[in-house]
C-alpha cells in the first residue's frame, strides 16, 4: 500500500464506529451476521521488526519557532512525564469508555508494519451525556516504551513499533487518560461508507474548491463550493485530505465537518442502509472488542446516537491556550508539547475534572516553561503554508508529493538501553551528555 492511501484520515475511522453504533442499536438478528465480518485481535506488539523509511518527510506543515540541537532538557523532560505518577496517575471513570480509532495503509485492515498516520479517541461520558472525538497530532515528539525498549520519536510511529497495544500505552501514559479498546480500519472503505450513506453535506470554501481543482488530477476538476454542499465517498476523501492549502489542523476540522455529516446521516438512515454500510466497511476493521462485548452494546448504543457531540484536537497549536510549538530535529519537523498542560485539557475535556495541577512542581518543567514563553515572544503566525508551484499535480485522491513512504531521525535513539534510566546520548548531535547536565531541572 502506498503513501496516498494512510492519509485518509481520522474522518473514515469515526464514521465506522458512528455507522457501527447506529447498527448496532436498530438491527436484531443481522448485528451477528456483521459481527462475524469482524477480524477480532488483542493487537499484540508485532512479531516482526520493521525499519522506517529513510527519507524525511515535508518539514513546511507549521510555523518552526525551534531548531532543537541539544536535546538533552527536551528529552529528559519527556522520560520523566512518561514515568510520572506511573499507572496510579492514569485517570480512570466508569461512566466514561474511550475508543482508540487508528487508520491503517494496509489492505486487510490488519495491524502491522505501519505508522498510524491517524490516531483519534472517541470518547463516550454516558453520564454528561457527550461524545468526544478527540484527534492527536501525529507530529507530537515524544518518548514511549515498547517491551521494555525506550523510543525517543513522533506519537505516530509508537504503533509502528508497538502495534495497537503500544499506541494504546503510549496515549495513556502521555495523557494519562485510560483508553479502554482499540479499532483499526484501512482507509480503502472510506468512499463506500460514504456512498453507501448516500454522501455528505458541508461546507466548501472557494478557496477550498480553487485549491482541489487546482491541484487534483483532470477527471475530478469542477469540485463545487458553497455553504450545504453534497459530497460522494471519492470527493469527501479528497476534501478531508487537504493539508498544504493551510495546516493539518485546518484539515483536522474539514474531517470533522465530514465526521458531524456522517452523524446527521446515520440518525436519517433507514436499516438498508446502515447495514449496507457496515457490510462493505466490517471486513477491513481489526478491533480488541470481543463480539460478545460488541452485543452488549446494543441496549445502549442508540442512546449515544443522541448525545451531544464535541470534537477536539491535542496538542492546541494555535491560540492563547497552545500547548506545541514547531521545531526541527536533524531537520525533520516535530511538535514540541507541553504535556502537563495539554494532559490536563484533555481530562478536563473527557472527565469534567483533572488530577494534574499545574501550580504542584511534580507538573512543571522549568525547560518546557522557558521555551514556550520565548515562543509567545517569537510567534508571528501559527502556520506558513508550502506553497504549491505552478503544474504541480496531487496524486488521484487529493494528496501532494510531500507525504512520503516513512523516515526515521538519522543519529536519534530508535531502540536498546534501559527504559528506567536516564535518556542516552546520540552520537550524531553535539553536545549531549550520557548523564543529566548539572542545570537540568529534575521536577519528578
Known amino acids: 500500500m502506498n503513501a496516498k492511501k ?20 436498530t438491527l ?36 518552526t519557532l525551534y531548531d532543537i540541537t541539544d536535546a538533552t532538557n527536551l528529552k529528559n523532560f519527556l522520560f520523566q512525564w512518561w514515568y510520572n505518577g506511573g499507572d496510579d496517575m492514569i485517570r480512570y471513570s466508569r461512566d466514561v469508555v474511550n475508543v482508540l480509532l487508528v487508520g491503517v495503509d494496509n489492505n486487510d485492515g490488519i495491524a502491522g508494519a505501519g505508522r498510524s498516520d491517524s490516531m483519534m479517541l472517541v470518547s463516550v461520558n454516558k453520564r454528561t451525556r457527550r461524545l468526544t472525538l478527540l484527534s492527536f497530532l501525529r507530529d507530537s515528539y515524544c518518548y514511549f516504551d515498547i517491551n521494555g525498549e525506550p523510543y525517543y ?29 482499540y479499532v483499526t480500519v484501512d482507509f480503502e472503505s472510506f468512499p463506500p461508507l460514504i456512498d453507501a450513506l448516500g454522501g455528505v453535506t458541508v461546507e466548501v470554501t472557494e478557496q477550498e474548491a480553487r485549491y482541489i481543482n487546482r491541484t487534483a488530477p483532470s477527471q475530478n476538476r469542477g469540485f463545487p463550493s458553497g455553504p450545504a454542499v453534497r459530497l460522494t465517498g471519492k470527493q469527501a476523501l479528497i476534501y478531508s485530505r487537504i493539508r498544504k492549502l493551510d495546516s493539518d489542523l485546518n484539515r483536522t476540522n474539514r474531517q470533522q465537518k465530514v465526521i458531524e455529516s456522517i452523524l446527521h446521516s446515520v440518525r436519517g438512515a433507514n436499516v438498508v442502509r446502515l447495514y449496507n454500510a457496515l457490510d462493505v466497511t466490517l471486513p477491513y476493521v481489526q478491533t480488541n472488542y470481543t463480539r460478545s462485548e460488541l452485543l452488549g452494546l446494543i441496549p445502549q448504543a442508540a442512546g449515544w446516537l443522541g448525545f451531544d457531540l464535541a470534537n477536539m484536537s491535542s496538542p492546541e497549536y494555535e491560540g492563547p491556550g497552545s500547548t506545541a510549538i514547531g521545531s526541527t530535529i536533524n531537520g525533520m519537523s516535530i511538535l514540541i508539547v507541553d504535556y502537563p ?104
Open 6 to 25: 494512510r492519509n485518509q484520515g481520522k474522518a473514515a475511522l469515526a464514521a465506522l464506529m458512528i455507522v457501527m453504533v447506529a447498527v448496532l442499536g
Open 28 to 63: 436484531g438478528f443481522l448485528v451477528l451476521q456483521l459481527l462475524g465480518k469482524l477480524q477480532v485481535s488483542p493487537g499484540d506488539i508485532p512479531s516482526n521488526h520493521y525499519n522506517l523509511d529513510d527519507e524525511p518527510e515535508d518539514p513546511a506543515y507549521f510555523e
Open 153 to 181: 520519536h513522533r506519537l505516530n510511529s509508537a504503533f509502528f513499533y508497538g502495534g495497537p497495544q503500544g499506541l494504546m500505552q503510549a496515549i495513556s501514559r502521555l495523557y494519562k487518560i485510560r483508553v479502554d479498546k
Open 341 to 444: 498542560k495539554a494532559a490536563q485539557q484533555v481530562q478536563l475535556a473527557l472527565y469534567g475534572e483533572s488530577n494534574i495541577d499545574l501550580q504542584d512542581d511534580a507538573h512543571r518543567n522549568a525547560y518546557i516553561e522557558e521555551l514556550f514563553a520565548g515562543a509567545a515572544h517569537r510567534r508571528t503566525s501559527t502556520y506558513t503554508p508550502r506553497p504549491t508551484e505552478p503544474g504541480e499535480e496531487e496524486d488521484e485522491e487529493g494528496e501532494g508529493n510531500g507525504d512520503r513512504p516513512g523516515w526515521h531521525w538519522p543519529g536519534w535513539n530508535q531502540g536498546g538501553g534501559d527504559a528506567t534510566q536516564a535518556p542516552t546520548a546520540q552520537e550524531t548531535i553535539p553536545a549531549l551528555e550520557t548523564e543529566p547536565a548539572a542545570n537540568v531541572f529534575w521536577p519528578f
